[in-house]
């Protein structure tokens, strides 16, 4: 192994200084495992991805407000080793030379996020322009390197402002606020940005904000978590709802006012774990279904069909929020384009929860996880204790949403997973179990396409290690290692993998 790694980091070595007389002469060799850009249809995006508070840096500088993030970070103990994301990897001040690390792995896309208190610090009203000069010298410099942006209007940031005035996603004010946001931004950046995304996992905002409180704003029912305040039987439904409609309405102002003109499209990164029932028995099949539709059916139902899954119609009863004829009217086929990000699989199991117990969304679900059957774990732990590799999950996924959604057509959003942020340097940058992750979960990716998914583009998460909310620094996701001592970059094996898998055919 010692060896191996010595051996790699003098091709780094040996690669840097080639690479920097001729990029073109000389290209490493690894087994990309029959995989290549050319097995892909033509056209097929290939990017990376990563969001505004994880990488940007500058958190109370250039006229910034405050999210939602920026104070719950500053409590002792809420995240890893007290640490914060006011510097992270400064992408505020190294887009350039991100954005030339995506040109050499041979990217076509990057998805970032728009951080909408950097725009707006009082939510709504007055603009940042220095945040908006920002954005615009980073989506200037993607295109000029023939990187195209995909900007996500909105990773977990709410500003401060919001949370305070009227309690955020739980007030259907932030419908009208989220849509003016958003409509700022097409008309500003819409010249441009032709792939808007307007949430990412909408899931994750309202559970863990609201059902067990581990992420800001720290709302839940005292039996599901440490909170202060929240009810996990209602307030999580309130939040997704309010979710879907910001979504609709951002997406309705844009058909109506910018698509004809700037002729882009809107899409939602939704999450997606594959679940899978532990025995053939009715009740585990019923269990991985119920699991499915209280996942990604709370969302892409009414997003397809125009209401909730009967299944959680029928256990949430008056604690589901209904939507009006004319919200139905925007609600349905809201989305051009649906992203699915993926890291991992679960075994669920028929559990009912005794009726007396207390209420909430995660004890709604009526069902147990498992990871492992007959003592076979399901797949290697990543360092993130949730992330079990399983390849085959991303086939199930995909080919799920395709069966069961009306083939819509499909972004694979988010696909990775993390070492521990304390590797040594040289490991670190020998990361074949990230190369086998990429690998594996490429092949049933195409798997679900030759099956006939109808998926258009693939992100890698992420671009670089940042802050990965919770776990901090603790957690490397990324493709390029950073030292966070002096910021400096380096591609790990993973990047030189993209790079030659990715390479074009000369014309
Ligand atoms: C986090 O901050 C608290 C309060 O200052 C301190 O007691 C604790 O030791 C810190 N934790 C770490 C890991 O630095
Ligand atoms: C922020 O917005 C609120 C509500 O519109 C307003 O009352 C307040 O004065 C604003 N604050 C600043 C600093 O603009
Ligand atoms: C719950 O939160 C309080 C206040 O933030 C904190 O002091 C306490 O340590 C937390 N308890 C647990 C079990 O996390
Ligand atoms: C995939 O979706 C795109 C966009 O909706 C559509 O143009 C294309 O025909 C679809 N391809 C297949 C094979 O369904």
Known sequence: MKSLVILFLLFVA?????????????????????????????????????????????????????SIWDVFVKVPGNIKNNATGEVSIDQYNHYKEDVNLMQMMNFDAYR????????????????NWKGVAYYNRLIDYMLEKGITPHANLYHYDLPLALQERYGGFLSKQIVKDYADYAEFCFKTFGDRIKNWWTFNE?????????????????????????????????EPYIAAH??????????????????????????VFTDFVWY????????????????????IGWFLHPFVYGEYPRTMQKIVGERLPKFSKSELEIVKNSFDVLGLNHYT??????????????????????????????????????????????????YKVVTYVKERYGNPEIILSENGMDDPGNVPFPEALFDTNRVNYY??????????????ANVTGYFAWSMLDNFEWLLGYTSRFGLIYVDYNDLKRYPKMSAYWFRQMLQRKKA
């Open 14 to 66: 040996v690669f840097s200084i080639v690479s920097h007389v001729n990029a073109s002469a000389w290209q490493p060799r690894f087994d990309t495992g029959g995989l290549s850009r050319d097995i892909f249809p033509k056209g097929f995006v290939f990017g990376s991805a990563a969001s505004a508070y994880q990488v940007e840096g500058m958190a109370n500088k250039d006229g910034r407000g405050s």
């Open 112 to 127: 970032f996020s728009i951080s909408w208190p950097r725009i707006f610090p009082n939510g709504t009203g007055e603009v």
């Open 202 to 234: 909408p899931k994750v905002i309202a559970s863990l904000g609201f059902d067990n409180g581990i992420n800001p704003p720290n709302r839940c029912s005292k039996e599901f978590g440490n909170c202060t305040e929240g009810n996990s039987a209602t």
């Open 242 to 267: 309010h979710l879907i409609l910001s979504h609709a309405e951002a997406s309705k102002r844009y058909r109506e006012k910018y698509k004809a003109e700037q002729k882009g499209r809107v899409g």
């Open 276 to 295: 899978e029932p532990l025995t053939k028995s009715k009740a585990d099949n019923y269990a991985a279904q119920r699991a499915r539709d209280f996942h």
């Open 345 to 394: 699989s679960y075994y669920i199991y028929d559990a009912h929860q005794p009726k007396t117990n207390v209420i909430g969304y995660q004890h709604d679900w009526n069902v147990g996880y498992a990871y492992e059957r007959n003592g076979v774990p399901i797949g290697r732990q990543a360092h993130s204790p949730w992330i079990y590799e399983v390849p085959s999950g991303i």
């Open 439 to 452: 690998t594996t979960y490429l092949k049933e990716l195409k798997r679900a396409m030759d099956d006939g």
